[in-house]
T-cell receptor
Framework: DVKVTQSSRYLVKRTGEKVFLECVQD?????MFWYRQDPGLGLRLIYF???????EKGDIPEGYSVSREKKERFSLILESASTNQTSMYLC??????????????FGSGTQLSVL | AQSVAQPEDQVNVAEGNPLTVKCTYS??????LFWYVQYPNRGLQFLLK??????LVKGSYGFEAEFNKSQTSFHLKKPSALVSDSALYFC??????????????FGIGTKLQVIP
């Protein structure tokens, strides 16, 4: 089975801090995604990447950046954390070979609290 | 633009009874439709997908979904609910009309509570 691992389950940071959320997948998937999940809003796409060093903005990229230096790793960066970025962050991956009906494989999520 | 609506925040059903979780979609072209489930403190897991062909799609854990093009719906169903089915369910859609890599759009989720 595909395993998508997010480095932290819970994270507490202070306003203004630079925050790194890490995600690693072990199935050689080309596509990787960062979503945030908020009650009443569902999942919203922040950024995605379909290849190493490639990135595309999703629906809500403001205040975030990403890095994909290796195929298996996709990092989400909050340059200066703010309280409205308190959320559950979900990483996902998929194989390009199955596009467009490929399924997404999700990590367990990182619950980030910004105080 | 593509969108998905899940009109019910929560669905309650007695164990052993049939369940339905509703989803409607809006796309400009032909839709690819998905259902995902999220158990407490877990990420989302794929349940099933509709591409083309039969309107009734079977998926994991005894779930199935019915695609209705005229009503633009893709409701999730199960003949007999289990307490272990209690979870958050997300409908999702991908529209291929626009070309390029099209992202998947998720609904806001429906909480299913199966009562013993």
């Amino acid at each position: 089975d595909v395993k998508v691992t997010q480095s932290s389950r819970y994270l507490v940071k202070r306003t203004g801090e630079k925050v790194f959320l890490e995600c690693v997948q072990d199935m050689d998937h080309e596509n990787m995604f960062w979503y945030r999940q908020d009650p009443g809003l569902g999942l919203r796409l922040i950024y995605f990447s379909y290849d190493v060093k490639m990135k595309e903005k999703g629906d809500i990229p403001e205040g975030y950046s990403v890095s994909r230096e290796k195929k298996e790793r996709f990092s989400l960066i909050l340059e200066s954390a703010s309280t409205n970025q308190t959320s559950m962050y979900l990483c996902a991956s998929s194989t390009r070979g199955g596009w467009p009906n490929e399924k997404l494989f999700f990590g367990s999520g990182t619950q980030l609290s910004v105080l | 633009a593509q969108s998905v609506a899940q009109p019910e925040d929560q669905v309650n059903v007695a164990e052993g009874n049939p369940l339905t979780v509703k989803c409607t979609y809006s796309v400009s072209g032909n839709p690819y439709l998905f259902w995902y489930v999220q158990y407490p403190n877990r990420g989302l897991q794929f349940l099933l997908k509709y591409i083309t062909g039969d309107n009734l799609v079977k998926g994991s854990y005894g779930f199935e979904a019915e695609f209705n093009k005229s009503q633009t719906s893709f409701h999730l169903k199960k003949p007999s609910a289990l307490v272990s089915d209690s979870a958050l369910y997300f409908c999702a859609v991908r529209d291929l009309e626009s070309g390029g890599y099209q992202k998947v759009t998720f609904g806001i989720g429906t909480k299913l509570q199966v009562i013993p």
